[in-house]
């Protein structure tokens, strides 16, 4: 048992001087550790752009992309909105952009003016395409509403999480990302959720 404490004191000891040497610290031991998930997949099948004019992954290279998956009637989605415009808000000026890739379950979510009525509602700011046909989110694999996929300034996925939760690893990624100092506080990123709400009560976050 000693010489386990010791080699793993020493394993602590070498891993604390690499994350020094490259300029981390204690501060950062609650950011979440990045990899490298592959090229991030190209916008494909858009039916509209709200919020903006058409974007490509190539055309966005060089700033921090959030991909996220979502629909209008997925409670589990919406419970997640408050989080990523906030993220939206407070990082739009240090190189980050948000996408939201709205890819419905039903067919009333297909409709534009339903969309846009969401986007007001939710005061999101940020881009939207509606990916009716499912294009983008095959190209991504992706299996769950919602689902974000955080994307480095060179096209890189590094980050990935479904459903809800995980907020404070997800903005503390983005953080990193963007050079945006020190990470957030856990627990102390709470948004009041309460007065949010889908008149459809979809629950699920797994496309079945």
């Not at 996220?68 to 909105?81: A, D, Q």
């Not at 955080?150 to 990935?160: A, M």
């Amino acid at each position: 048992m000693m010489m386990l404490s010791r080699k793993s004191a020493a394993i602590s000891a070498l891993l604390a001087t690499i994350f020094a040497s490259v300029g981390f610290s204690a501060a950062w031991s609650d950011t979440p550790l990045l990899g490298v998930y592959g090229p991030a997949p190209e916008f494909t099948g858009i039916e509209k752009w709200l919020n903006s004019g058409p974007l490509t992954m190539a055309g966005l290279r060089g700033k921090v992309v959030l991909v996220n998956f979502w629909t209008y009637s997925c409670i589990n989605c919406l419970r997640t909105l408050p989080y990523v415009t906030k993220w939206y808000g407070a990082y739009k000026d240090k190189g980050f952009v948000i996408v939201g890739i709205h890819t419905p379950e039903f067919a009333f979510e297909r409709q534009t003016r339903n969309v846009q009525t969401a986007i007001q509602r939710f005061s999101i700011k940020y881009p939207v395409a509606q990916d009716n046909q499912y294009a983008t989110w095959k190209a991504y694999g992706n299996q769950y509403w919602p689902a974000e996929y955080l994307i480095d300034q060179k096209g890189r996925i590094v980050f990935k999480h479904f459903g809800e939760g995980n907020y404070d690893e997800m903005e503390n990624a983005i953080r990193t990302l963007v050079a945006a100092g020190p990470p957030v506080v856990k627990k102390e990123n709470r948004l009041d959720l309460s007065k949010i709400g889908s008149p459809e009560m979809y629950f699920g976050v797994l496309r079945l």
